[in-house]
């Protein structure tokens, strides 16, 4: 089965719906990882959990609300979204943050905002 | 700070043609990690190699080579015989090495390579 799966690939929305992001990882990992990736701008980390506790949030904007039940799903929120939200969402997992690990990255959710 | 540049925005080459994709880094530490990752069209970011900075052993895997040297702050990544299937953006980056907080990547804006049949 593949390391890190992510559904849905492909999501549009409109500004005022309400959708989530769901990522799992088959890799025993304990950090994943939100990037986002948008048109000619490099990879930008969103946020980052480690044993299911927020460690990081890269100031993203409220609209974004994560969700970690547990450390192999990861979830993004999403409502009230701006055209400029239109990216591909990738998540990411490695072993945990202790140390310096490999970040092992799903296909992406592409998401365009109506 | 660190910084990662891949001047390369894109490249274009006919197939069987060898590739070589550069990336030079910028640190201050001594202790760090380089990876390249392929991203092909269909937006998954696929991990390739990881490299310590002690270790300036070339890497050979199939088609693929990397050359790190340390003296220029470069690992650059040649792909020998290119294939159709090696079109996709590489992203060279850089990380930290020691404990907590360190896992953040500094990637490159990436190389798009298109290799025509």
């Known amino acids: 089965e593949t390391g890190v799966t992510q559904t849905p690939r492909h999501l549009v929305m409109g500004m005022t719906n309400k959708k989530s992001l769901k990522c799992e990882q088959h890799l025993g990992h304990n950090a994943m990882y939100w990037y986002k990736q948008s048109a000619k701008k490099p990879l930008e980390l969103m946020f980052v959990y480690n044993f299911k506790e927020q460690t990081e949030n890269n100031s993203v904007p409220s609209r974004f609300s994560p969700e970690c039940p547990n450390s192999s799903h990861l979830f993004l929120h999403l409502h009230t979204l701006q055209p400029e939200d239109s990216a591909l969402y990738l998540c990411?997992?490695?072993?945990?943050?202790?140390?310096?690990?490999?970040?092992?990255f799903g296909p992406g959710t592409r998401l365009t905002v109506l | 700070a660190q910084k990662v540049t891949q001047a390369q925005t894109e490249i274009s080459v006919v197939e069987k043609e060898d590739v070589t994709l550069d990336c030079v880094y910028e640190?201050?530490?001594?202790?760090?990690?380089l990876f390249w990752y392929k991203q092909p069209p269909s937006g998954e970011l696929v991990f390739l190699i990881r490299?310590?900075?002690?270790?300036?052993q070339n890497e050979i895997s199939g088609r693929y080579s990397w050359n790190f040297q340390k003296s220029t702050s470069s690992f650059n990544f040649t792909i020998t015989a290119s294939q159709v299937v090696d079109s996709a953006v590489y992203f060279c980056a850089f990380q930290r090495a020691g404990m907590g907080g360190t896992y953040k990547y500094i990637f490159g804006t990436g190389t798009r390579l298109k290799v025509l049949a």
């Open positions: 990411a997992s490695s072993q945990d943050l202790a140390g310096t690990y490999t970040q092992y």
């Open positions: 640190t201050r530490d001594t202790t760090y990690y």
């Open positions: 490299r310590n900075s002690f270790d300036e």
